[in-house]
């Protein structure tokens, strides 16, 4: 049995620990967060929870930060002194790796994780990264609390989790943006707000399937879809006349920036 003690009930700390409860029901776990509130939603989930930190990670085998970054410091000052053993897995976002290990103790093995937001439904992509501490074992570890989230996929240095923030950090962003855009679209076109909704998300559920198939090039799907002088390829003309594909190369390099400068 794994005993994890997650810090931080927020979001995405549920989303874990329920994930977790659900796909490895033979580890244990204790959420701590200082608001009852958010204690309130494991307990119904019959998950254990605390308020003090201290008390969750006693006897912990992993522990997972799921607080936001200007809170990680002030966790690192109690639980220092307590932890010597355990595998720390940060979700902490723009916290780079050497940073945690200077909070947290250089001798710890930690790894630092950039989820999204789909995780909240089973669906996210998590890049990760660990330092020399950290075993094949408890990469293996990470790897299976991570996944009760969506799928993982590992880094080599904290510039590629900045990059992992860029591009499938705030990606989700991206696709809500152009939702947005496209069922304006169809608003402008005369149909109703609900009808445009309906009909935009579920292409983008069905182009998201299609593209996810083993082996499918994005570029050779869109040629099969664009005809020769057809309503597609009218559409397409437009937004390569506007150099919107050089657009999002921009955008997400800004978001990089941001994410380079976050950390340092």
Not at 37 to 50: K, L, M, N, V, Y
Not at 56 to 80: C, F, G, H, M, T
Not at 111 to 119: F, H, L, Q, Y
């Amino acid at each position: 049995m794994t005993r994890i003690a997650f810090i931080g009930g927020g979001n995405m700390g549920f989303a874990l620990a329920v994930g977790v409860k659900k796909a490895l029901p033979d580890h244990e776990l204790n959420v701590a967060d200082p608001i009852s509130s958010q204690r309130e939603r494991f307990d119904s989930e019959g998950i254990a929870t605390t308020s003090s930190n201290a008390l969750a990670v006693r006897n912990a085998d992993v522990i997972v930060l799921a607080v936001k970054p200007q809170s990680i410091e002030i966790v690192a000052k109690e639980l220092r002194p307590i932890i010597d053993h355990q595998l720390v897995i940060s979700i902490a976002a723009g916290t780079p790796l050497q940073k945690l290990s200077d909070l947290f103790g250089e001798h710890l093995a930690i790894v630092r994780c950039m989820p999204n937001t789909p995780a909240l439904v089973g669906e996210g992509i998590t890049g990760m990264l660990a330092n020399v501490n950290v075993s094949r074992a408890q990469c293996a570890l990470a790897e299976t609390i991570l996944n009760v989230c969506g799928t993982v996929v590992w880094f080599e240095s904290d510039d590629d989790l900045d990059k992992v923030t860029a591009l499938s950090g705030s990606g989700p962003a991206y696709f809500f943006y152009l939702i947005e855009s496209l069922v304006a679209a169809g608003e402008s076109m005369g149909l109703s707000h609900d009808a445009a909704l309906r009909l935009v998300v579920q292409t983008a559920i069905g182009a998201g399937a299609m593209v996810s198939q083993d082996g499918i090039d994005p570029t050779q799907l869109r040629k099969n879809v664009t005809s020769p002088g057809g309503t597609t390829e009218a559409a397409l003309n437009h937004l390569t006349q506007q150099q919107v594909d050089q657009e999002f190369v921009a955008a997400v390099t800004a978001a990089y920036r941001r994410a380079q400068e976050l950390a340092t």
